[in-house]
């Protein structure tokens, strides 16, 4: 239900819809709500502990300026057709 009305609008066809529902899937999980559940291979992107807003902004300075396919679970090969 999230994918579809949050990004209704951004879904052009059946394969769209399906991509979207298979990335969702795996964040959208009890897991995600645990400290350091990992959403990439890499453990580059994790589920932060409770924090300070500071510790917030912190966190997301230190990230990639891009975002690598592995977070969405595509391969590197990803970026090629992108």
Sequence with gaps: MIGDITYGGRITDD????????VLAKYLV???LENNFKMSESGIYVSPPVGSLSYYRDLIKN???YENPEVFGMHDNAN???
């Design 15 to 22: 394969w769209d819809r399906r991509t979207l529902k298979t």
């Design 80 to 82: 090629i057709t992108f």
């Design 30 to 32: 009890e897991d995600a």
């Design 63 to 65: 990230f990639p300026e």
